[in-house]
């Protein structure tokens, strides 16, 4: 990668929407993503060139529907049909103030505008940024981006494969232009679920960047 700085972006229309930069999901978490604690550099220099950027923080109660523990008799990574839909069953994770749930501290984005929480609900899951798994229950992602002005959101994060991809379609579903700058995700990858992302994501219209591809829009 290069060491080079990125030119400014466009101060409003365009985003860097910063997704689940968590202990957690990092290595040795309770859902560990494989690498990920290689995204904060990559996000670091990424933010510089924003001057718009959102994060997003999981954030459930320990009660959590999609839990595995609290369901007697079920595993982590098991299927179960809830009433919102077919959920995963993740392991506890991401307890809203717990150390796991705190964003790494060595991302640094001090002039981020807004932080979302998500999954703090206790009966529905939300990968997205913009919509919980009800499809039904807006975060208020999308209304607060259309006040300010955005237009391409371009999205970095845990996990390519499920918040990043339920957000970058969510987000083309709203009328946003989307970018996912692979090189600052990684992936969980369950059952082939990295590449079903990709497909859907491209079959909506998603670009598929790198952080060297950005390049300035003003």
């Known amino acids: 990668m290069r060491n080079d700085p990125l030119p400014k972006m466009k101060p409003v229309e365009d985003v860097l929407l910063v997704v689940d930069v968590q202990y957690d999901f990092m290595p040795g978490g309770a859902l560990a993503v494989a690498n990920g604690d290689e995204v904060v550099p990559v996000i670091n220099r990424l933010a510089r060139a924003f001057s718009h950027v959102v994060l997003t923080q999981d954030w459930h109660p320990r009660s959590h529907v999609s839990f595995a523990a609290n369901h007697a008799g079920r595993e982590p990574f098991e299927m179960m049909t809830l009433p919102y839909g077919e959920q995963v069953l993740w392991p506890v994770h991401c307890v809203q103030d717990t150390p796991g749930a705190a964003l790494h501290r060595d991302l640094h984005v001090p002039h981020a505008r807004l932080v979302v929480r998500k999954g703090h609900h206790g009966h529905v899951d939300s990968y997205s940024a913009f919509l919980e798994a009800d499809r039904a229950t807006p975060t208020g992602l999308a ?76």
């Open 143 to 218: 209304g607060y981006l259309r006040d300010v002005g955005a237009k391409h959101v371009w999205i970095a994060g845990l996990a390519t494969d499920y918040c990043v991809a339920w957000s970058a379609l969510d987000a083309r579903a709203a009328g946003f232009e989307v970018s996912v700058i692979e090189d600052a995700c990684r992936a969980i990858d369950l059952n082939g679920s990295l590449g079903r992302a990709w497909e859907e994501m491209s079959a909506a219209g998603v670009a598929r960047v790198r952080a060297n591809d950005i390049k300035e829009t003003a």
